[in-house]
């Protein structure tokens, strides 16, 4: 919870990246109320779309703005898998590298 309030409060520290339409997360309703909460800290209005895998890490359920999701489906599902993939790299890497 604490890594995606980092990120956001990072992300929106950067006005001259624009405000995106949506923001994705990766989990429940624990994460998107964080992601709420730092947004509400930041005065920004922006939906949040949320992720739910099954044990498998399989996306199981998309909830959010229903319009959104609809017309987006493959968009958030493509970079909540990109996302995804990012962070198993980069901490794989990083692991690698503490053991060395």
Do not use: C, M
């Not at 624990?30 to 800290?41: D, F, G, R």
């Amino acid at each position: 919870a604490g890594a995606l309030r980092e990120i956001l409060t990072r992300r929106f520290g950067h006005p001259e990246w624009g405000t995106p339409n949506a923001i994705v997360v990766d989990g429940n309703l624990i994460q998107v109320n964080v992601a709420k909460e730092a947004l509400k800290n930041l005065s920004l209005d922006i939906p949040i779309i949320a992720v739910t895998k099954d044990e498998r890490h399989r996306p199981k359920a998309i909830s959010g703005p229903k319009e959104i999701v609809e017309k987006n489906k493959y968009a958030i599902l493509l970079a909540n898998n990109e996302a995804h993939r990012y962070a198993i790299t980069f901490h794989k890497t990083r692991r690698k590298k503490s053991f060395v």
